[in-house]
């Protein structure tokens, strides 16, 4: 089993800056992308970044420019650096990774959620 363990989320005001970290250990075989998602109350879901393991970047709408992500393979580590916050960004932040672990097959593992509270 795979296990995603994030921090470094908290209460920032408007305009300043946050940095997530989430850590997968565990019988890891391999892990071809890691990324962040993020749900807020009555709201669905949704992808803020991702990085697979060669480097290549997705972001969602609300985070481009904004938001980077990037990656440290040898420590099975993903960041996601969040800079010029703004309200709207509120909500729980969650680590997800495609992996193969300990059963040998590929599953979709996610962390316990962070929150990220923005104040105007």
């Known amino acids: 089993q795979v296990q995603l363990v994030e921090s470094g989320g908290g209460l920032v005001q408007a305009g300043g800056s946050l940095r997530l970290s989430c850590a997968a250990s565990g019988i890891i075989i391999s892990i071809y992308t890691m990324g962040w998602y993020r749900q807020a109350p009555g709201k669905q879901r949704e992808l803020v970044a991702a990085i697979t393991s060669g480097g290549s970047t997705n972001y969602g709408d609300s985070a481009k420019g904004r938001f980077t992500i990037s990656r440290d393979n040898a420590k099975n580590t993903v960041y996601l650096q969040m800079n010029s916050l703004k309200p709207e960004d509120t909500a729980a932040y969650y680590c997800?990774?495609?992996?193969?672990?300990?059963?040998?097959?590929?599953?979709?593992?996610w962390g316990q959620g962070t929150q990220v509270t923005v104040s105007s």
């Open positions: 997800n990774t495609n992996a193969r672990g300990a059963s040998g097959f590929w599953s979709d593992y």
